[in-house]
C-alpha cells in the first residue's frame, strides 16, 4: 500500500475510532452489509403502509417516488449519523409512525399538510436536544431501567422476527390468540427456510464464526431463490387473499431488471401551516405531542440497547456523543417529513451491524451507500424475503436479551419496573410503550414507599407525560 494509502487509512481510523473501539475495517464493512439487509425491506414496507393511506381529498402517493425517497433520505441520514455521530446507528423512516401518517393524520388533511407536522415535530425535537432537555431526560433514567430497555428491545426484535417470518401468527380466535405457523405446524415451504436459516445462524453464532448473521441472511435467501424456483410457492397475498403458504413481502427470485432510475418527485412536498387550518390548533397539537413523544423515547431506547449490545456503554449508563447522535435523529424526522417518506428514526436493526463487529459509524458509510444505491437497484433491494432476514432479528434478540442479568430481581422497587418495560415493549409492539409503563411503575412505586425524592424532577415529568399519552386516545375523544 502506498503511503498516501496507508495515511488515508490511519486518518479514517482516527476520526472514527475505530481502533480505540477494539474494531478493524473489515468489521466495520461487514457490520455494515448486516445493518443494511436487516432493515433494506423498509424500503419496500415504508412505500407499502404510507401508500395504503389516503388524504381528506381522497389522494394516494405515489409508490415508485415514495421507495426512492424512503431509499434517498435513509442513505444520507445514516451517512450523517456516521460522520456526525460517529456511531454504529442507521435511520430509516419509522414504522409505526408511518401507519399513524397514513391512517390517522393524512385522512383529516392533505398528505403536504401531514407532512408539514412531520417537519414542525422534527424541528422541535431538534431544538429540545440543543437545550440539552433531551439529554438530561435521557440521563434522568436508572441505569438498570435503561439495561430493562435493552432487553425489550431485544424481546421485541425477536418477535417480530418470528411474526414477520410467519412462525408466529394471529389464530383468528380469541384464545388462544397466537400460535406457531399454520394451524400450529411449520407446513410451508418459507416456514421450513426461517427455520433452517436461523439454525444456520444459531450455529454460525455458536461457533463465533465471523460475519455469522450476514452469512445466514444470504444463505437464507439463496435457498429461497431456490425453493421460489422449484416450488412456486408465490407471495403471501393473491389478488387480495392470503395465501397462508407464501413468501412474506418479497418473492425471492433472480431478478430480470436490475437497475431503476430513481423517481424524487416527493420531495419538498409539504406545508407546515396547512394542517393547522384544516383539521384545527387542537387536533394538530395533538398529532405533533403524539409524534414528538414517540420520537423522542423510541430513539433514547434504540440508542442505549445498540450501545449496550456493542459493549459501548460508559459506567454512567450513558452512551458516547449522544447530544450528536439526538440531533442527527431529530434532523431525520424533520428530512422525513421534507420528502414525503414520514418522520425517519435509529434503526433497533442496527444491532445485527453490531452483532457482527461494527462499534463505530464507519459502519454507517457503508450501510448509508448501499441505501444511495438501493434508489437505483431497487430490483435487489427486493430479493430478500422476510423467511430469510428475520433469522438475524431473532438472533440478535438473543443477544440483547443476555443483558437481563444485570437487572437487580430481588430489589422490587426497580425489579418491577423492568419487568414492566420489557414485556410491554414485545406485547404492544412498541417501544414508547414499554419505556412507559416503566417509568410510570417506576415513580408511583417510589411514591408509594415513601421515596419520591429518590426520582429526579425530569423523570417526574416524563411520567406525567406518558400518562398524556396512554390517554390520548380518551382525551381526543372528549375534545374532538
Not at 240 to 247: M, S, V
Not at 264 to 280: D, I, P, Y
Not at 320 to 330: A, C, H, K, Q, Y
Not at 369 to 385: E, G, K, R, W, Y
Amino acid at each position: 500500500m502506498s503511503t498516501a494509502g496507508t495515511n488515508a487509512v490511519g486518518g479514517l481510523d482516527r476520526f472514527f475510532e475505530i481502533s480505540a473501539r477494539g474494531s478493524t475495517m473489515s468489521r466495520e464493512v461487514r457490520g455494515g452489509l448486516a445493518t443494511f439487509f436487516t432493515m433494506a425491506y423498509i424500503v419496500v414496507l415504508n412505500p407499502l403502509i404510507l401508500g395504503g393511506g389516503v388524504d381528506s381529498t381522497g389522494a394516494k402517493l405515489p409508490m415508485a417516488a415514495l421507495a426512492a425517497g424512503t431509499a434517498l433520505v435513509a442513505g444520507l441520514l445514516t451517512i450523517l449519523m456516521g460522520v456526525w455521530g460517529r456511531f454504529p446507528l442507521a435511520l430509516a423512516a419509522g414504522l409505526g409512525v408511518n401507519a399513524l401518517v397514513a391512517y390517522e393524520i393524512a385522512p383529516k388533511m392533505t398528505w403536504a399538510d401531514a407532512m408539514g407536522l412531520v417537519v414542525i415535530e422534527g424541528v422541535i425535537i431538534g431544538l429540545l436536544v440543543l437545550t440539552g432537555l433531551r439529554t438530561a431526560v435521557f440521563h434522568s433514567v436508572p441505569m438498570q431501567l435503561k439495561t430493562a430497555i435493552g432487553v425489550g428491545i431485544g424481546l421485541f426484535l425477536a418477535i417480530i422476527g418470528f411474526v414477520d417470518a410467519g412462525f408466529v401468527r394471529s389464530t383468528g380466535t380469541g384464545s388462544p390468540p397466537i400460535g406457531m405457523g399454520v394451524n400450529g405446524t411449520i407446513i410451508t415451504w418459507p416456514g421450513l427456510v426461517f427455520v433452517l436459516g436461523l439454525l444456520l445462524t444459531a450455529v454460525l453464532v455458536a461457533r463465533k464464526v465471523k460475519g455469522a448473521i450476514l452469512i445466514g441472511i444470504i444463505s437464507s435467501t439463496i435457498l429461497a431463490i431456490i425453493v421460489e424456483a422449484v416450488a412456486k410457492v408465490g407471495p403471501s397475498f393473491v389478488d387480495g387473499k392470503p395465501n397462508p403458504a407464501g413468501w412474506s413481502l418479497n418473492v425471492p427470485a433472480v431478478p430480470t431488471k436490475w437497475v431503476a432510475a430513481p423517481d424524487l418527485s416527493l420531495l419538498g412536498h409539504f406545508n407546515v401551516l396547512g394542517g393547522w387550518k384544516t383539521a384545527g390548533p387542537i387536533v394538530a397539537i395533538m398529532f405533533v405531542f403524539t409524534l414528538l413523544l414517540t420520537d423522542f423515547f423510541d430513539t433514547m431506547g434504540t440508542m442505549v440497547a445498540v450501545a449496550q449490545e456493542g459493549g459501548m456503554l460508559k459506567e454512567d449508563g450513558t452512551v458516547p456523543r449522544t447530544r450528536e447522535i439526538l440531533l442527527v435523529d431529530s434532523i431525520a424526522a424533520a428530512a422525513g417529513g421534507a420528502a414525503s417518506t414520514s418522520s425517519n428514526t435509529s434503526y433497533i436493526e442496527s444491532a445485527a451491524g453490531v452483532a457482527e463487529g461494527a462499534r463505530t459509524g464507519f459502519a454507517n458509510l457503508v450501510t448509508g451507500a448501499l441505501f444511495l444505491v438501493a434508489m437505483f437497484l431497487a430490483p435487489l433491494v427486493t430479493i430478500v424475503p422476510f423467511e430469510a432476514a428475520s433469522t438475524a432479528l431473532v438472533i440478535v434478540g438473543f443477544l440483547m436479551m443476555t443483558s437481563v442479568r444485570n437487572i437487580d430481581w430481588s430489589d422490587y422497587e426497580i425489579g418491577i419496573p423492568a419487568f414492566l418495560t420489557i414485556v410491554v415493549m414485545p406485547f404492544t409492539y412498541s417501544i414508547s410503550n414499554g419505556i412507559g409503563a416503566g417509568v410510570i411503575s417506576y415513580v408511583l412505586i417510589k411514591l408509594a414507599k415513601g421515596k419520591a425524592r429518590d426520582v429526579h424532577p425530569l423523570l417526574w415529568a416524563v411520567a406525567l407525560l406518558f400518562v398524556v399519552y396512554f390517554l390520548r386516545g380518551v382525551l381526543e375523544k372528549a375534545l374532538f
